[in-house]
């Protein structure tokens, strides 16, 4: 048996399971089998420090199971990413947006997006999920470019470059694709949003507060997400205006629509502008829904308040109060370096602790829901079944050089062993080192075809 399907663990600690606890672990064909804790000095006995350990390749044969030691390191269950924009990443060069708003960055990668070929988009998807992979990883919702006013080749371009990228990278990770559909479309172009639906795609989006019709779009989204039984995930009210409440429409059609639990909304800026009483009613409904709900923290800090002259408006909606009330709650990364963020890494632990800053969670309860932000409250926003470390799962898992939250949120240290899907991808390093030669290739050629330098169809 491959010794990358099967393995024991010693001194492990999971924290979102009883962190004062070492556990034993094994993982025999890719799953989760024993999961029990470890007996006093039970740890030592024939086992190999994951320290400078390297795994056999993939495939490679041998009777000896290792038994691998931990010492004490925090073992979390592969991260999930409850929305990215891979295909926007690493466009900035390409894109500016000196303003740093959020209308001018719609505006101009409008405008850059025919420029793009396939096999671009390809590579900054490819480039940009095995930078998240390489930080834990494992599981991506991404929303994808769907110019249509470009024209229906341009739309249907990105999503032929996301499938192919999503088969490129399934041994290793996994994508989850949804378009972001236009408002105010007209008949040809629903039925390109029902092709898309029809290529493979994962599910529908949109960001329909931007449109002048919005309760109509709202409507339509629902219309072909049953039609083609996929879940919605809307970019809703990203706007510092607390007047603007398309979350009340989309709470009473989930209902109507019997979508309970197959919606989710993002960013909600909104919400932070309202006065608590409002903004309490609005959570009340979006609870009553079944809503799910993901905050951006890192861009909505970066592209909210740019009208404000003080006080200054962060955009970030009210996490806390959105927990509290029982609603899934995942923080997410965003944008990669493009016209809608200039920074960012694909690191959700970075994005947690941007998430603590933001909604003033700092206690030791608070750090402890921020990694469930970051792990089982975005899986099950993206519907994943067998998640976590628990006997008969898959075993996609991130093991990070820290022994407790405090001090992974204090010191976000950059060696971290990952495995996913059957192998393990990263091991330890400052910086990503792939085990797998394929993998290793696919790294190199996307990182030599999105840089960070301009392109030849650099815009001004």
Request: aromatic share 6%; charged share 25%; hydrophobic share 40%.
């Amino acid at each position: 048996m491959a010794s990358a399907l099967n393995m024991d663990l010693c001194n492990v600690r999971l924290p979102l399971k009883d962190e004062k606890e070492l556990y034993d672990l094994s993982i025999r064909e890719g799953l989760w089998t024993n999961i029990r804790r470890q007996e006093p000095d039970a740890g030592e006995a024939d086992s190999i420090a994951l320290e400078g350990w390297q795994p056999e390749p993939v495939g490679a044969s041998g009777e000896a199971i290792p038994r691998l030691d931990l010492e004490g390191k925090m073992l979390l269950p592969g991260l999930v990413d409850a929305h990215m924009h891979l295909d926007k990443s690493f466009s900035l060069t390409m894109v500016p947006n000196s303003s740093g708003t959020l209308e001018e960055a719609v505006r101009n990668y409008a405008q850059a997006s025919p420029l793009f070929p396939k096999e671009e988009i390809k590579a900054r998807i490819v480039r940009s999920a095995l930078q998240a992979l390489s930080f834990g990883t494992t599981h991506i919702r991404t929303h994808l470019d769907f110019n249509l006013r470009a024209s229906r080749e341009v739309a249907l371009r990105t999503i032929e470059a996301a499938l192919e990228a999503k088969a490129q990278l399934a041994p290793y990770m996994t994508l989850q694709l949804f378009p972001m559909c236009p408002y105010s479309l007209g008949a040809l172009d629903v039925d390109a949003v029902e092709e898309a639906l029809r290529m493979g795609v994962d599910g529908i989006g949109g960001a329909p507060h931007l449109s002048p019709t919005a309760e109509a779009d709202i409507d339509l989204m629902f219309r072909l997400a049953g039609k083609y039984d996929r879940p919605i995930d809307i970019h809703c009210d990203e706007t510092d205006d607390p007047s603007m409440r398309t979350i009340e429409y989309i709470s009473q059609r989930t209902k109507e629509e019997g979508y309970t639990g197959r919606v989710t909304v993002d960013h909600l800026c909104a919400l932070a502008s309202m006065t608590k009483a409002d903004a309490a009613g609005v959570i009340g409904r979006m609870a009553e829904a079944g809503l799910k709900a993901v905050s951006l923290p890192a861009v909505n800090l970066y592209l909210q308040g740019r009208q404000d002259r003080f006080p200054v408006r962060r955009g970030v909606t009210r996490l806390r109060e959105i927990w509290e009330a029982g609603i899934p709650i995942a923080v997410a990364s965003d944008n990669i370096h493009d016209p809608f963020h200039p920074f960012g890494r694909g690191d959700l632990v970075q994005i947690a602790l941007i998430g603590s800053y933001a909604a003033h969670m700092g206690k030791p309860a608070d750090l402890r829901t921020l990694l469930r932000m970051i792990t089982d409250v975005p899986a099950s926003v993206l519907g994943l079944q067998g998640y976590g470390v628990s006997p008969g799962n898959p075993a996609h898992f991130a093991v990070v050089d820290a022994e407790s939250p405090e001090e992974l949120f204090t010191l976000l240290p950059e060696r971290r062993w990952v495995y996913s899907h059957g192998r393990w991808v990263r091991m330890a390093a400052a910086k990503a080192q792939w085990n797998d030669q394929q993998l290793a290739a696919s790294w190199q050629a996307a990182c030599e075809a999105v840089t960070f330098r301009a392109h030849a169809h650099a815009r001004g």
